[in-house]
């Protein structure tokens, strides 16, 4: 009787044990990040032209239109500068579904990331320009961006 209690006591010991290794997160009950999150703490922060960036249009460098050029992003907004009117001086941004490679700026525009790492970042998307270099080229776009 008394040796069915301790395999009882037991048993239960080692069903508590693996229930609750089972239940942990990893690290200190923290999850893992979502691929969301990842992108993101790259994508944060300031992103030029400098340093081998480039924008064109169509396969064609229109950079030499766009001098200047910036973009700041952070969770769910973004600050342009000397983007002409390829984008807006500043908006906000959402992730489509759960991929963390493109998002949908708040003027229908949709970005395609096809590279991003701490200190580049190369998006593409498709731009419908009213005429004129000022006023973005219409056509296929792929900028290339450098923190």
Not at 6 to 29: E, H, Q
Not at 42 to 53: C, D, E, I, M, R
Not at 66 to 80: D, I, P, R, S
Request: hydrophobic letters at 35%; charged letters at 15%; aromatic letters at 8%.
């Amino acid at each position: 009787m008394k040796h069915a209690a301790v395999i009882r006591a037991l048993a239960l010991l080692v069903l508590f044990t693996i229930t609750f290794n089972a239940c942990k997160t990893k690290g200190s009950g923290e999850t893992e990040p979502t691929e969301q999150e990842l992108a993101l703490e790259k994508l944060g922060g300031t992103w030029s032209l400098a340093n081998g960036g480039s924008i064109l249009v169509d396969g064609s460098d229109h950079s030499v239109s766009y001098t200047g050029f910036t973009a700041t992003l952070a969770e769910g907004t973004y600050n342009t500068t000397n983007a002409g009117e390829l984008f807006e001086s500043s908006g906000t941004w959402i992730w489509l579904g759960e991929s963390s490679t493109s998002f949908s700026l708040d003027d229908g525009k949709t970005i395609t990331i096809t590279d991003l790492t701490e200190s580049r970042l190369v998006i593409s998307f498709t731009h419908t320009g009213s005429g004129g270099i000022a006023n973005g080229v219409a056509g296929a776009y792929v900028v290339t961006l450098t923190k």
